[in-house]
């Protein structure tokens, strides 16, 4: 197994697309400015961060922008935070994605004004998508549908993301040993698996895809759902609540840093973690990392990589 291999089960991609009328989007459209994004699920809202490298802030219009939502200086980049808050939109996206338990959110930007939501899924899914797609476009005047079709695969899905922001890959290890996992879910998932998050929240509760080696007896008595028993493909949202991967999430969401992708892989009593930033980001990540290993010095933390794609 490795990092990447839930992809070849996620046969099928989607973007979604959102006309907003927020500033943000408005400057995107006047400019034919394309901003990278990070998306996270709140309480009741959705956050999209944007990043702005220092150098553009020569542009008067972005200046403009900068000042009028309230933008955060972190280093060499400006983060724009926009919240969503239209009435029924959060909902009906986190039950969209809620539904359809084998979605993974790759990548949102904003682009000529309109906000775009790509994700892959497993086509054994595709009435549930299509349900929930079909009420979201009803509901929404403002949600569209850019694509929906085979998925061209990850390594595809990243080039077309380096047209918009140079791209780091960033991987790193720690310890968890089988004891650790006797009390946990994950437990039921053998000597290896791999796993890919599915989308960003901001509370202790994370939805992740896993494959396993061998199918696990009785899914449900461990709280997985079942994309596909064939495949060994199952869904389940953990909660991380006081734990080292809480505290990778909590400061990488301080540090606003948009992650194209988010694979783990267990084997020999370790984590394998790789993850896709803008490569302008790194420091921040490596930040994050050198934060999380002071707090949790025994899982004995490892930078294995650092390669731009």
Do not use: C
């Not at 990447?4 to 989007?25: E, H, P, W």
């Not at 969209?96 to 994700?119: C, H, P, R, T």
């Not at 791999?194 to 202790?204: C, G, H, L, P, S």
């Not at 007896?217 to 809480?246: A, C, Q, W």
């Amino acid at each position: 197994m490795d990092s990447q291999d839930i992809d070849k089960f996620s046969d099928t991609r989607l973007i979604l697309k959102y006309q907003g009328n927020q500033a943000v989007s408005q400057f995107s459209k006047k400019l034919n400015f394309s901003f990278q994004s990070a998306l996270h699920f709140g309480d009741s809202s959705l956050e999209f961060s944007y990043f702005v490298p220092e150098q553009l802030v020569e542009n008067r219009d972005m200046s403009i922008l900068l000042a009028q939502t309230n933008a955060r200086k972190q280093g060499d980049l400006y983060f724009v935070n926009n919240e969503i808050t239209q009435s029924g939109l959060f909902d009906s996206l986190q039950l969209f994605l809620q539904g359809a338990k084998s979605g993974i959110l790759d990548n949102v930007y904003l682009e000529d004004g309109f906000f775009f939501l790509s994700m892959r899924f497993n086509s054994l899914e595709m009435e549930k998508f299509s349900s929930a797609l079909l009420d979201l476009t009803k509901r929404f005047d403002g949600v569209g549908v850019e694509y929906l079709g085979p998925n061209p695969g990850l390594d595809s899905i990243l080039k077309e993301s380096i047209s918009r922001a140079s791209i780091t890959n960033v991987k790193w290890e720690y310890d968890m040993p089988r004891s650790s996992l006797q009390s946990s879910p994950l437990n039921a998932l053998g000597e290896e698996w791999v796993a890919d998050i599915r989308y960003m929240t901001k509370n202790d509760v994370v939805p992740q895809l896993f494959r396993t080696n061998d199918k696990i007896e009785d899914p449900k008595k461990y709280g997985f759902n079942v994309i596909s028993e064939k495949d060994h493909l199952y869904e389940m949202t953990l909660s991380n609540r006081g734990s080292m991967i809480r505290e990778y999430h909590l400061r990488s969401y301080e540090k606003k840093i948009v992650r194209f992708t988010r694979h783990l892989h267990y084997a020999d009593e370790k984590v394998r973690v790789e993850t896709a930033i803008p490569t302008v980001q790194t420091r921040d990540l490596l930040q994050v990392l050198s934060m999380t290993n002071d707090s949790y010095p025994m899982f004995n933390l490892k930078i294995l990589q650092i390669e731009d794609i």
